[in-house]
């Protein structure tokens, strides 16, 4: 009996520090544009199957944020939205890069990852992250609240990625950039082939500055500059890229 109520007892203690965590975790901003106003994609949609890519000793061995930060010349004082955060092993190092000034901000689709997440922070009692609920076609952040953002190996994940940019673009401060990693593979192999990347963030209007090849089994960096807002297309002009050969 002291074992069951011992066992009972922890788990309202674990439900009820879940629905504190829970609390904390919303939408950040109204809604954006709605979905239907966009064109879908042509191509497959990868399902989010894991918060996390892979083992984070293998990703510091190759010092995958260490080489995103460089890139983006990610400095103390910014803020850096890591879209699609899962795990949070770049909100993690982002946190202290950016510190004391700077924040991170957390977003994900998932509000299951993200309630895991608030918890991994409040252990390492990182005060700079703020945790932000998106949906498929709208990361929901306010606006003009980013220095740069980042998208690791989630790209292929976005169900509705012109709606996804076109409402991301809002977010980003004057001068911001924007860092996505990813995998020269089909999308339904969890990868983007670059010339889709650059197709389908050229149909919103974002301009490529650079992509660099990350060590390792890392992938690509492909860097890009927001729309500018006074030349920002209507949603119901932009044309989806038709799918490369391969990636289905």
Known sequence: MWNIATAAATLLVAFAATRAYAADIGYLAPPGVAANEFPSPQRPVARIVSP?????????????????????ELKPGMTVGDIGAGSGYHTVRLSYLVAPAGSVVAQDVTRDYLIELARRTKLLKLTNVQFALGEPHDPRLPASSLDAAILVHMYHEIAQPYAFLYNLAPALKQGARV???????????????IELLRCELTAVGYREVATYKLEGDGGYLAVFSPPEVASRKSPRDIVACRDPVGTR
């Open 52 to 72: 996390r890519r892979a083992s984070e000793e293998h990703r510091d061995a190759l010092n995958e944020a260490g080489q995103i930060a460089n890139v983006l």
């Open 179 to 193: 860092g996505i990693v990813d995998l020269e593979l089909p999308t339904s192999k969890h990868g983007t082939p």
